[in-house]
Structure formats: C-alpha cells, structure tokens
C-alpha cells in the first residue's frame, strides 16, 4: 500500500529545515510516552516539533490501518452514500486523509485536543485535495467535552486505548451518537486493543447498533483463551522512517482491530478470514470467522469456484 504522493509531500514540508537529530530524539521521546504513559489519560504531545516527528514515524502506520479497516467497511455497505466525515482525536490527520482517499466527500470536520498535532495536521492538508484544505480543524477534549457535531461516518484511531475503562465506554457511546450513518474505530492489533473494542461492540450493540464489519455476525465474540482478533497492512518506509525507527526493512506491518458499527443494517460478510492462508498443493486452509464461530476451513482444487477466491484471498479479507 502506498501512501498518496500529495500526503508524502506535506510530510517532507513540515520538517524541512529541522534538524535530523532534533526528529530523532523527538520520535524516542514519544515512543516512550505512548508506550509508558498511554492508558492514563495524560497529554502526551504538545510541541509542534513533536508532531512533526510523529507525522513522520506514526501517520503512515495510522492512515494504512484506518484506509484497509474503511476498505473492508465499504465492502458490506452497498448503497451508503457517505457525503461527511467527522474525524475524532484526529491527529495530524491520517485517518482523514485514509477516508479521502476511498471516498468522494463533500465535507470535513476534524476534533483534537492538542494545538501542535492541529497546528502540523493544518499544515500538511493544505497540501491535499479541496475537501481536505478545506476541513474544519476544532479544539476537543474527548473526555471533558460532548461532541455537537454530527458526520455520515465518525472515525477515531488509536484514541481510545489512551483512557481508562470507563472513560472509554462514555467516549465510545458519544462517538456512535454523532455518527448518522457508520462509526469506524480502529486500535492497536493487541490483545488491550481488541478487548477494548469487544467491550464497546457489546455495550454499543445493546444500544441498537448494527455491526458492519469485521464479525460476520452479531452474536458474542466466538474467540476464546489468548486469542485476539486483529489484522494487517503493509506500509512502505521512506529513508527518514526508517532512521528514525532505526529500522533495517523498508516497509512497516501494522497491526490493528477495528470495529464498524452502522445505524441501518446491512449485509455481513459470510466469513472472515482471521489468520494467514496455508497453502498446499491442491489445498488451502483457512481460519475463518462465520455465523456458527470459529472454523478451520479446508479449501480444495476441486472446489473450483471458491479455491479460486482463496487463491486470491489474505487474512482479512472475506470469502
């Protein structure tokens, strides 16, 4: 997956004339307050040079999670026509720029809490398409403030993991009350980040929610014990990306859960497949997601039709 040539321009832009030292300390220091002090509701960016750096090393990962979660969205929302996008704990801005990348949106309405990730995220949309010069960027505190604003689809990714259980829960409920067609959530592909998100699927379902993707179904969770349900993409790094992550290979597997949630609903997909395929000669098999649980599936040649669709399918996708 590439990232859009414009959003890699504006990148460049915001930390031309930086000093590489200056990113690199940066980027560490906010590496290890997301992974020290995240969770406990605390303000963990706050400079304009600190966003710069996490444009860098955070937005590729962000806008590759949140434009294959939205892909796999679209797929099961056949006639949904989405028209406005209200993008919560926006950052910089990735996801926004994910979900104008798949879809024709007239308008655009970003909530951040932190002046410097709004200052950097202004900067670099400016350098997109109309919709995107044209967002409307507020100041929002997710946990203090009830959102007034309403979009066809709300997106938040990689916010809700920062709060406690029960703030999480509130925020969550607010976010699909300003949602008037679809709310996507994306968090880390971690065993915290996907119980986060049953939690919200079961408390939101509950309150009349209908799961669009990724579960096929909208009973209980069927995975049990260690298991956790989470996915992949693939980014490419640019040369500073991987500097700055001291990082040899030139591409990034981000890993990530995801929830799509919508008012109406729509068709499921039959099975979801959970895991890698393994293939051997003449066979494919598959972890899949279904309406009766989780199944192993065995695909053969002689199935023609679907071990066609196998051949070509990958973890995540549907079948």
């Known amino acids: 997956m590439e990232l859009p040539i414009e959003l890699k321009t504006a990148v460049e832009n915001v930390i031309n004339g930086l000093k590489k030292g200056d990113l690199m300390k940066n980027a560490e220091n906010i590496s290890n307050r997301y992974r020290n002090e995240s969770g406990e509701g605390k303000r963990l960016l706050t400079e304009d040079d600190e966003a710069a750096a996490y444009s860098v090393v955070r937005m590729p990962a962000t806008y590759g999670a949140v434009f294959t979660a939205l892909n796999y969205t679209l797929d099961n929302v056949e006639g949904c026509k989405i028209n406005s996008l209200l993008d919560i704990g926006a950052g910089t801005g990735a996801a926004t720029w994910a979900c104008d990348t798949l879809i024709d949106l007239e308008s655009v309405t970003c909530l951040e809490r932190e002046s410097a990730m709004r200052n950097i995220g202004k900067a670099i949309m400016s350098e997109g398409s109309e919709v995107l010069k044209n967002a409307v960027w507020k100041e929002f505190d997710l946990i203090k403030g009830d959102i007034t604003e309403r979009a066809d689809l709300v997106t938040v990714s990689y916010v809700l993991n920062e709060l406690s259980e029960e703030e999480r829960i509130k925020a969550a409920e607010k976010i699909w009350n300003a949602a008037d067609k679809i709310a996507l959530f994306v968090e880390p592909g971690t065993p915290v980040g996907y119980n986060n998100l049953k939690r919200i699927r079961e408390h939101l379902l509950a ?24 996915f992949s993409c693939r980014i490419p790094r640019s040369r500073l990306h991987r500097q700055l992550k001291n990082a040899d290979v030139p591409y990034e597997d981000e890993k990530f859960a995801y929830l799509a949630l919508s008012k109406e609903e729509y068709n499921k997909a039959d099975l979801r497949i959970l895991r890698h395929p393994i293939t051997a000669k003449g066979r494919i098999t598959l972890d899949v997601c279904s309406r009766d649980g989780i199944e192993k599936m065995d695909v053969f040649k002689r199935d023609k039709d679907l071990y066609k669709k196998a051949r070509k399918a990958d973890w995540g996708d549907e079948i």
Request: charge should be negative; hydrophobic fraction near 30%.
């Open 207 to 230: 309150k009349g929610a209908h799961v669009v993707a990724p579960c096929p179904h909208e009973e209980k969770c069927a995975l049990k014990g260690d298991d956790w349900c989470h």
